[in-house]
């Protein structure tokens, strides 16, 4: 069942390479938060591994659910769509997979190369510390003095993150989950009896 209010990314960049019958895969896992950024980072490592015998990626982009896969020359699906699978299985989102391939000089079927693509993925994706990214609407809250106290505290209760700024009367922002947003504002509302006010942004 998907989750409406989070998805998860990775944390940080890594590397990990594995070995096959002398070829060699050097997997890199990058956060990317649009398509953009995944590109940028594969043209870096098409750079770096310019001599590379394939340059094999996948991403997933969250916001759109835009994703890709390439095989860069390896036999069709043995490589971007490994990759893929594993990012999936993961359940990974805003996220580049590339493996940089170094011909060893013998020839890998095609189900060798499937699992060489596969482990060398899973061997980056195993060193990534999970991230996880909130799903949220914002909301302004506007109340007097007097309501703060019940206000907080339903605040509290549903927001990921708030920001509060206190003169004659208070102004909060807060980040509300997406299945939480109308359940939020109603309570808000009614708890204080219409004295403050809730409204998405």
């Known amino acids: 069942m998907i989750d409406v209010d989070k998805y998860y990314t990775i944390n940080k960049s890594e590397i990990a390479e594995i070995k096959i019958k002398s070829s060699k895969f050097i997997g890199y896992a990058f956060p990317a938060i649009n398509k953009n950024e995944a590109l940028l980072r594969l043209n870096e490592i098409r750079t770096k591994h310019f001599d590379a015998t394939h340059n094999c990626f996948a991403?997933?982009?969250w916001k759109g659910n835009e994703f890709r896969a390439s095989d860069d020359g390896e036999p069709a699906g043995t490589a971007g769509k490994p990759i893929?699978?594993?990012i999936k299985k993961y359940d990974f989102n805003d996220?580049?997979?590339i493996?940089?391939?170094?011909f060893g000089g013998t020839k890998l079927g095609v189900g060798s190369l499937v699992r060489a693509y596969s482990n060398a993925t899973e061997s980056v994706l195993q060193l990534c510390e999970k991230k996880i990214i909130n799903i949220t609407n914002t909301v302004k809250i506007n109340c007097r003095y007097e309501e703060i106290s019940l206000v907080?505290?339903?605040?509290?209760e549903y927001a990921t993150a708030f920001e509060e700024?206190?003169?004659d009367a208070i102004e909060i922002i807060a980040?509300?989950?997406?299945?939480?947003t109308e359940q939020f504002i109603n309570t808000i509302i009614s708890t204080t009896n219409t004295k403050a006010n809730a409204i998405m942004l």
């Not at 493996?99 to 170094?102: E, H, I, K, L, N």
């Not at 907080?152 to 509290?156: D, F, G, W």
């Not at 980040?175 to 939480?180: E, L, N």
């Open 152 to 156: 907080k505290r339903i605040i509290n």
């Open 165 to 167: 700024e206190y003169s």
């Open 175 to 180: 980040d509300i989950p997406v299945s939480k």
């Open 99 to 102: 493996v940089s391939r170094y």
């Open 84 to 86: 893929q699978l594993t």
């Open 59 to 61: 991403y997933q982009i």
């Open 95 to 97: 996220v580049i997979v």
